[in-house]
Nanobody, 125 residues
Framework: QVQLVESGGGLVQSGGSLRLSCAVP????????VAWFRQAPGKEREFVAS????????IYTDSVKGRFTISRDNAKNTMHLQMNSLQPEDTADYYC??????????????????WGQGTQVTVSS
């Protein structure tokens, strides 16, 4: 069973930063689109960011552009989400996902194949 493992969540004050990490099995990481999603209490899960296989290109949802940076370390099969200038509305459970489809379509693709268990991010005002 493929398992993605997130880490790095926690409690931070408004304006602070956190860095999330996601470990992905090597065979998956080198061939699948990968992305971050989040789900706030009482809301639907939403796309946050995705990144190309080389790491040179990324896509972000508008609300995090300029504040969040997605990256990947192909040597360590790990993906990161650097979150700066965090706001209370960023409070959510954050999930990493991987899917055979390209990173360019993951924001609108239903039923992605692999998911992590989630890591909680709480931003206090």
């Amino acid at each position: 069973q493929v398992q993605l493992v997130e880490s790095g969540g926690g409690l931070v004050q408004s304006g602070g930063s956190l860095r999330l990490s996601c470990a992905v099995p090597g065979g998956i990481f080198s061939s699948h689109g990968v992305a971050w999603f989040r789900q706030a209490p009482g809301k639907e899960r939403e796309f946050v960011a995705s990144i190309s296989l080389t790491g040179r290109n990324a896509i972000y949802t508008d609300s995090v552009k300029g504040r969040f940076t997605i990256s990947r370390d192909n040597a360590k099969n790990t993906m990161h989400l650097q979150m700066n200038s965090l706001q209370p509305e960023d409070t959510a459970d954050y999930y990493c996902a991987a899917d055979p489809r390209p990173y360019t379509v993951l924001s609108t693709s239903p039923n992605l194949k692999y998911w992590g268990q989630g890591t909680q991010v709480t931003v206090s005002s």
